[in-house]
């Protein structure tokens, strides 16, 4: 009949069309199954149709948008291989084919078999050789080969396969991306000499770099200088090449803000700069900013040990020392920026918004804190600074922010909450803040006290960071008029990072500025105590 095969062609549209939905592929796999297989079926029936064969291919692209297994991937590209031969000169069923041949390639175990892949791309190529969409895919299949083999002459071999498809098609960002992955998987033959391998990087980082200022939006062409950077700074052996390093890729970071790849990059980058470092703040400074990337990415769990290798490199001085010296020491991520996120909910759960700037006794009114601050390792350092037992007796937060901003003129912590109101020698001051007693204990017992101030956010200078006056701790408690003779220049600021702990006497004086940035600046401030001075007691 005449009119048989237009009706047979209209039909398989119709079939392979009811598959999507706003163009995408919504029907089930056994729904894709049966679809193709009648096309099949009507493709037999008139097998010199290239419309049919067409609908086919659509009809197997469906298919290949749902997870298959090795064996289902087999059937349907032996399928779309042998009706190419029929058609060597459909485009579609080639775009199809090479697809599904890609999508197949990175479920396959060896390089070897990732290479046949590649052969078989490279007939589809060779019949249509004008076709960008195809030649995308095989620089993918390039890609798919390297990232399996450390063979320095394959590598080689697949990265000028990849720039003879750049040089073809040189407005193609995903090329360009696929070829910057093969440089950063080729690097350099780890047998060659030092020399040799930073010459060779410099090189491999040129040619990323000059593919990435041509396309600058690439994150994937990104992701591979990030990578080129990070081995080039290691390969150098050097301070400042490593310190380098952590600059360029922290611009790169910058431009592509929510790129895991490029900050795991950056990760390693500051484990190596924080290692080769002799000067103990440059090193807390890298252990901040990596601090600041686990918090940022919380799911990166290479992120994570990164930070865990650098603390583990260098122990920190003792408390107690410093504690008596100066009255205060900054302890660089005593809490691990996993901790800081559930210490903040804890936090606005127990304390409405508009009473965070100064809220006070915490530790009764957010249902948890105790057990976090154990857990975070507040306890521990508490015990450390005490040199043993170390009971929680207060806990304020100080939530600075867009609309809630002060200064604070130089002063000591003298006033603490109690139990109730008992006469005892020395206590004087009695007041009652929020329902809770308050009284400033003698001397004696604030030396014995120790205050922890968790930074929930990062506190650089210009955002309102504390300033201490070394030293001031160990002439008692100051009179007014001396407080209010000192000068600004007189105090050393404290910055700090998110999950750094600073501790400092309560004696000690100190003073913080309002913040400059709009930026907001949480401190969790947490008192502890050897044991209660009876026979007063400390409210807990």
């Not at 803040?433 to 400033?440: F, I, L």
Request: proline share 6%; hydrophobic share 45%.
């Amino acid at each position: 009949m005449p009119d048989a095969q237009p009706a047979a062609e209209g039909l398989a549209a119709e079939l392979v069309e009811g598959l999507r939905l706003d163009g995408s592929v919504h029907a089930s796999l056994p729904e894709c199954v049966e679809v193709a297989t009648r096309v099949h079926d009507l493709l037999e029936a008139f097998p010199r149709s290239e419309v049919l064969a067409g609908h086919y291919a659509g009809a197997c692209w469906a298919i290949f948008c749902h997870e298959l297994t090795l064996r289902e991937q087999e059937r349907w590209i032996g399928s779309l291989a042998a009706l190419r031969k029929r058609f060597p000169a459909l485009r579609s069923l080639a775009r199809t084919l090479t697809n599904a041949l890609v999508l197949s390639s990175v479920d396959l175990p060896t390089v070897e078999a990732r290479l046949e892949v590649i052969e078989r791309i490279d007939a589809a190529f060779a019949d249509h050789g004008e076709d960008e969409w195809i030649a995308e895919h095989l620089a993918l299949a390039l890609r798919a080969a390297g990232v399996l083999t450390n063979d320095a002459g394959l590598l080689g071999r697949l990265v000028d396969r990849a720039k003879g498809l750049q040089r073809l098609f040189p407005l193609s960002a995903e090329i360009a991306g696929e070829l910057s992955h093969l440089l950063d998987y080729r690097k350099v033959d780890r047998q060659s000499s030092g020399l040799d391998r930073v010459a060779a990087c410099a090189v491999a980082v040129a040619e990323v770099r000059t593919l990435y200022e041509r396309f600058p939006r690439e994150e994937a062409i990104a992701e591979a200088l990030a990578g080129l950077i990070a081995y080039e700074g290691r390969a150098h052996e050097d301070r400042m090449a490593r310190v380098d390093a952590v600059a360029g890729i922290e611009e790169l970071l910058s431009q592509h803000p929510d790129s895991p790849a490029i900050a795991r990059k950056l990760a390693g980058a500051l484990r190596h700069a924080g290692m080769s470092c002799t000067d103990t703040e440059e090193k807390h400074s890298f252990l901040a900013k990596l601090g600041s990337l686990a918090e940022r990415f919380p799911g990166e769990v290479g992120i994570a040990r990164q930070l865990e290798r650098l603390c583990a490199t260098g122990e920190p001085p003792p408390l107690a020392a410093a504690l008596d010296r100066d009255g205060f020491a900054l302890r660089r991520l005593a809490v691990h920026p996993h901790r800081i996120p559930e210490i903040r909910w804890c936090l606005a759960n127990g304390v409405p918004e508009a009473a965070r700037a100064g809220a006070r006794d915490l530790l009764a009114r957010c249902a948890g804190l105790r057990e976090l601050l154990v857990d975070a390792g507040m306890q521990a350092l508490a015990e450390e600074a005490l040199g043993g037992v170390a009971l929680p007796i207060a806990a304020l937060l100080f939530d600075k922010r867009h609309g809630s901003n002060w200064s604070v003129a130089a002063h000591q912590d003298l006033a603490l909450p109690v139990a109730e109101r008992v006469e005892a020698p020395g206590f004087e001051g009695w007041s009652v803040k929020g329902g809770v007693p308050y009284a400033q204990p003698p001397d004696h017992v604030l030396a014995g006290l120790v205050a922890l101030r968790l930074h929930l956010d990062p506190c650089p200078r210009d955002n309102g960071a504390l300033a201490v006056l070394p030293g001031s701790h160990s002439r008692g408690r100051w009179p007014t008029e001396g407080l209010a003779a000192l000068r600004a220049d007189q105090f050393t600021e404290v910055a700090a990072g998110t999950g750094d702990v600073l501790l400092l006497r309560p004696l000690l004086v100190h003073r913080s500025a309002a913040a400059k940035i709009d930026s907001r600046r949480r401190v969790l401030h947490v008192v502890y105590a050897r044991e209660h001075p009876l026979p007063v007691r400390w409210r807990e």
